[in-house]
């Protein structure tokens, strides 16, 4: 398969561009479109408001516990050093473990993507969120929302230094659970496949059949036929998977089942 194959490495052929409305549309290597919707400010501000309160709970939580074991002083330096470590840590944990969504942003139906629709990883929501620092200037996000307002995409500066993007989620629900269907394809849980699998499925790759598995309702079902014959052609061939019952589409959602539930590795023994 030409289009996996080619981006097997990093996922070099996938671009994107916003329509007028701010929609951004990604180009899979197949180039099949597939539809990113911005976040609005409004609902992106709620998830912050949610967010926010629940770092303060968190942390008001702690310091009556301090208070009540601890000398004053201790207390006040601990509480203060634990709330800034929240308030950094939180959204970087949840956004890098959690699909990109904090508890805000989940209950809202909102996620953070990266450019080409991927998951985000550390090194992006770090900069995202250390960048958040002027966006807050002068008052309260008043920096990045001007930015975001002038923006197709409503990205606030964090978002145009990471190169990430917030968008309505269709799911709002971990997208683990769109693909809890191909667990029930017996032929894909053989012990020999699983290391195959393993050993020659690189993390991009992982990457990008799992973002494929979670936006499939949004393709015609035509374009839905024929990449997914050929994706799941290319893995027949690649893994040695010699069930003919499985079709393109049961052979992508099993892989992508099964690949959820290995542990990271670096790929190896590649053809």
Known sequence: MSGV????GGLGG????????????????????????????????????????LILGVSAVLETLLLATTPLGLA???????????SWAYPIWFEVTRQGQTPGKKLLGLRVVDARGLGVGLSQSFVRNIVRTLDFVP?????????????????????????????????????????AAGRQLRSLESPELRRRVARRISLEE????????????????QAR?????EVGGYYRVRLGIDDPHLSGEQVVRGLTALLVGLPRQPAEDRP
């Open 139 to 179: 008052l309260f996000y008043g920096l990045g929302l001007a930015v975001a307002l002038g923006d197709r995409q409503g990205r606030r500066l964090g978002d145009l230094a990471a190169d990430t993007l917030v968008i309505e989620d269709g799911q709002a629900a971990d997208p683990v659970r769109a693909l």
């Open 225 to 229: 036929f024929d990449l997914l014959e």
């Open 5 to 8: 194959a080619h981006d097997a």
């Open 206 to 221: 992982r990457e990008l059949l799992i973002a494929l598995t979670v936006r499939l309702p949004r393709l015609d079902a």
């Open 14 to 53: 996938w671009s994107g561009e916003a329509d007028g409305g701010g929609r951004a549309t990604i180009l899979t290597p197949e180039l099949t479109p597939l539809q990113l919707v911005p976040a609005g400010p409004g609902s992106r501000f709620l998830a912050l408001i949610i967010d926010t309160a």
């Open 76 to 86: 006040a330096a601990l509480g203060a050093t634990f709330g800034f470590a929240l």
